[in-house]
């Protein structure tokens, strides 16, 4: 299942509200989880099930969508939230990743 | 607490073979799913492993026949044995803990960087 993010790249302003999207080729129902990603850092779970954040993850996210398209969204960017985004099926083999969204400072 | 520390990169020649680990802590390896995604610049993120918690493995083509995933639970350790190495595995190694029947990864370690080259 090919995974398809955009924008590739999204510019934002501090406190403002983004929205980041994940397509799939095939259905992938609601497995499909979003991960945020640092310079030097491992990717780090912050929602599965397409909307269920991980414990820890402020409210500020939040994931969306069933099927083929998804949305994770920012409600208001904070300092600490610049950073790459990748989106990940896990409905079907291979689990297949996103090329991923990187999300930096207007 | 949870982590996973990665060891074992290095640089190794194309048909070479080396041993990444995956050394955990605050969980049993033993009863809990574990896989190995690996990350490159042109690739991105790309699974190839996983392991069940009853010892049955399943892995990306790209890897098949090449890599083994196994783990040794007296050590609560992951490893990754990678065989006939081709320029294009040159990335970052990552072992993930996957919570569950649900395939996706809550705990990833720091990475190990592997360079396939002559």
């Known amino acids: 299942i090919l995974m398809t993010q955009s924008p590739a790249t999204l510019s934002v302003s501090p406190g403002e509200r983004a929205a980041l999207s994940c397509r799939a080729s095939?259905?992938?129902?609601?497995?499909l989880a979003w991960y945020q990603q640092k310079p030097g850092q491992a990717p780090r779970l912050l929602i599965y099930?397409?909307?269920t954040r991980v414990t820890g993850i402020p409210a500020r996210f939040s994931g969306s969508g069933s099927g083929t398209e998804f949305t994770l969204t920012f409600s208001s960017l904070q300092s600490e939230d610049f950073a790459v985004y990748y989106c990940?099926?896990?409905?079907?083999?291979?689990?297949?990743f996103g090329g991923g969204t990187k999300v930096e400072i207007k | 607490e949870v982590q996973v520390v990665e060891s074992g990169g290095g640089l190794v020649r194309p048909g070479g073979s080396l041993r990444l680990s995956c050394a955990a802590s605050?969980?049993?390896?033993?009863?809990?799913?574990m896989s190995w995604v690996r990350q490159t610049p042109e690739k991105g993120l790309e699974w190839l492993a996983v392991?069940?918690?009853?010892?049955?493995?399943y892995y990306a083509d790209s890897v098949k026949d090449r890599f083994t995933i196994s783990r040794d639970n007296s050590k609560n350790t992951l490893y990754l044995q990678m065989n006939s190495l081709k320029v294009e595995d040159t990335a970052v190694y990552y072992c993930?803990?996957?919570?569950?029947?649900?395939?996706?990864?809550?705990?990833w370690g720091q990475g190990a960087l592997v360079t396939v080259s002559s």
């Open positions: 993930a803990r996957v919570p569950g029947l649900q395939y996706y990864f809550d705990y």
């Open positions: 605050g969980f049993d390896v033993s009863s809990n799913f």
């Open positions: 392991i069940h918690s009853g010892d049955g493995t």
């Open positions: 095939h259905n992938v129902n609601s497995n």
């Open positions: 099930g397409a909307s």
């Open positions: 990940q099926q896990y409905n079907d083999w291979p689990l297949t």
